[in-house]
């Protein structure tokens, strides 16, 4: 099938999903959630791709780098969430409290992704190179998505995907040591001087022209990201980051709203062609990613309920289920584990589908369980 074409059956495959959101009230939060998750965007674009074959490899391949700005707008948007007038006035418990429960899920998660890679060879080939690709792994299942609801909840989702970015990025460093750090830093601050140029008061006439300038930034960030073998998410996020930081008030709301705008559909894209990308895996990853899906839900769980047991002071006062509230997770995590594809040179390899497959077992625990205090919106990045 031409480029074009298949271009636009995952367009119009994407709409088509995002509009079947007309339920009967009591299957439409379960739908939702389900849309959340990403997991039928990927599903279908498996049906298409490997499945049925209605979408070919070869052309396909020439549209990986469609499927590198879907994973720069991703960042993007976690970059525009990282503004430092913001942080500065979150309480120290919160920052603690935080950290308490991030860091036990990144370090039980990296341990069962290192037994299960030692444990199962056809696991330890997938996962190369392998303490990368671990880390990796940890630091998805570490990222949270609860964007809406209690602020104490939305503070803690962005400190836990803050964590678990930081490792995500660590691990990328361990792949490039030197260029691909030094090329990100260079790359990101000279695109966000440039957008913050583009986007000062002075120059800003209507939406449509800020809309293609911030396009036009983090299409070149992706595109440079996918020319030289870095991570998008890297790139456009720290480009945003430095953006907002260095921008008016009205400036960072504008970014935050087109950013928000754009994401949905963006998102849908990227995942479709992230499915018809999908080769040959091995069946270990499905087992692979129920466990440490079990471990990331066990290990929240149990460190809300032995803080609070044993009166730490981070965790004091917490529900015992405040665990479950941001146990949800989204495209975040799906971006860094595809990024990590594309910099190792597999653009949707054993890594994204251990993480989509740990996501959607995580989502279907969270849901199941009496013990979740259902913050029914969780966003997709």
Not at 112 to 119: D, G, K, N, V
Not at 179 to 188: C, H, P
Not at 269 to 290: D, Q
Not at 326 to 355: K, M, P, Y
Request: charged residues 10%; aromatic residues 8%.
């Amino acid at each position: 099938m031409h480029p074009l074409f298949a271009l636009a059956l995952v367009v119009v495959a994407g709409i088509g999903v995002t509009r079947l959101s007309r339920f009967p009230p009591r299957y439409a939060a379960l739908f939702n959630d389900l849309v959340a998750t990403g997991a039928p965007y990927v599903l279908l674009g498996a049906l298409l791709g490997p499945g049925l074959g209605v979408l070919d490899v070869t052309g396909m391949h020439l549209l990986e780098p469609l499927l590198a700005l879907g994973i720069g707008w991703i960042g993007a948007a976690f970059g525009a969430r990282i503004e430092w007038r913001m942080l500065r006035t979150v309480p120290r418990r919160v920052w603690w409290m935080g950290l308490a429960l991030a860091l036990p899920v990144l370090l039980a998660c990296a341990l069962a992704a290192w037994f299960l890679a030692r444990s199962v060879p056809p696991l330890a080939d997938a996962w190369r190179p392998t303490w990368p690709a671990i880390l990796t792994l940890a630091a998805a299942a570490t990222m949270s998505a609860a964007w809406s609801g209690p602020k104490l909840a939305r503070r803690t989702a962005l400190l836990d995907t803050i964590v678990g970015a930081l490792a995500a990025g660590a691990a990328l460093v361990l792949i490039q040591p030197t260029r691909g750090l030094v090329a990100t830093l260079i790359a990101s601050a000279g695109l966000g001087a440039l957008c913050t140029w583009l986007l000062r008061p002075s120059r800003r006439h209507d939406t449509m022209g800020i809309v293609i300038q911030l396009f036009g930034v983090i299409l070149s960030g992706a595109g440079f990201a996918y020319a030289t073998g870095l991570s998008p998410f890297w790139v456009c996020g720290l480009t945003t980051a430095f953006t907002v930081n260095a921008s008016d008030v009205a400036t960072r709301h504008v970014i935050g709203k087109l950013l928000s705008r754009w994401e949905r559909p963006l998102y849908a894209t990227f995942l479709i062609l992230a499915g018809a990308l999908l080769g040959p895996l091995t069946v270990w990853l499905l087992p692979a990613g129920l466990a440490l899906a079990a471990v990331r839900i066990a290990v929240r769980w149990g460190t809300v309920r032995l803080g609070g047991m044993r009166g730490w002071s981070p965790l004091h006062g917490l529900a015992p289920d405040f665990g479950f509230e941001t146990a949800r997770q989204g495209g975040t995590a799906l971006a860094v584990a595809a990024g990590f594809d594309l910099v190792r040179g597999g653009i949707a390899g054993a890594t994204l589908a251990t993480v989509l497959i740990m996501i959607l077992v995580g989502e279907a625990i969270v849901a199941a369980t009496p013990l979740t205090a259902s913050p029914r919106q969780a966003e997709v990045s």
